[in-house]
């Protein structure tokens, strides 16, 4: 079983909807939490951060962590097709990188 | 402009002959890391280097070795490629801080035949 799940989609949507993006994971002492946007061709890049329980809003974008599930999200609002390209979560231990877990990412595509 | 540059962004290569991929960034960071990015499995990190001379084994290190001689610099070599290496692989470096964003390179794609 692989440390962190996610969907891989993929996800087709029309622009203006709400997204909803999520990974499980299996080891409870994972302690911190992010999502990665990348675009085709491109390296992936820093979306939201948390390391706790709860949501986190970023503009259009909300992460929301379920510790005692073991389950985080990301949601969009008002999605725009900039927003198409894969999403990847992301946890790891302890308090500074060091290894990280990636899901195997889902890929969105918002359609005029 | 601050960035990790990796070389080359393309490779093709026959089984068995040694390559470097080399990575650098220009931010001063500690932490390097490189991973590989495969259909269904995303991304797999390979190793990682929280310093100079401070290297550790990702979740698929096996084929890989890594170097961190410099701070800017952590090349990725393969002493005897596989056509199972064929896949994308990224560089990624951060300060050795929870709080700052991983910056990853634009990618190597490989293909061993």
């Known amino acids: 079983q692989k440390e962190v799940e996610q969907d891989p989609g993929p996800l087709s949507v029309p622009e203006g909807a709400i997204v909803s993006l999520n990974c499980t994971y299996s080891?409870?002492?994972?302690?911190?939490f992010m999502w990665y946007r990348q675009y085709s061709r491109k390296g992936p890049e820093l979306l939201m951060y948390?390391?706790?329980?709860g949501n986190k809003e970023d503009g259009r974008f909300t992460a929301q962590v379920d510790k005692s599930s073991k389950y985080i999200s990301l949601f969009i609002r008002d999605s725009q097709p900039s927003d198409s390209a894969t999403y990847l979560c992301a946890t790891g231990l302890g308090t500074s990188y060091g290894k990280l877990t990636f899901g195997q990412g889902t890929i969105l595509t918002v359609h005029p | 402009e601050a960035q990790v540059t990796q070389n080359p962004r393309y490779l093709i290569t026959v089984t068995g002959k040694k390559l470097t991929v080399t990575c650098s960034q220009n931010m001063n960071h500690e932490y390097m890391s490189w991973y590989r990015q495969d259909p269904g499995l995303g991304l797999r990190q390979i190793y990682y280097s929280m310093n100079v001379e401070v290297t550790d084994k990702g979740d698929v290190p096996e084929g890989y070795k890594v170097s961190r001689k410099e701070k800017r610099n952590f090349p990725l070599i393969l002493e005897s490629p596989s056509p199972n290496q064929t896949s994308l692989y990224f560089c990624?470096?951060?300060?050795?801080?929870?709080?700052?964003?991983?910056?990853f390179g634009n990618g190597t794609r490989l293909t061993v035949t």
């Open positions: 080891n409870s002492a994972f302690q911190y």
């Open positions: 948390t390391y706790s329980s």
């Open positions: 990624a470096s951060s300060p050795v801080d929870r709080n700052s964003p991983l910056h």
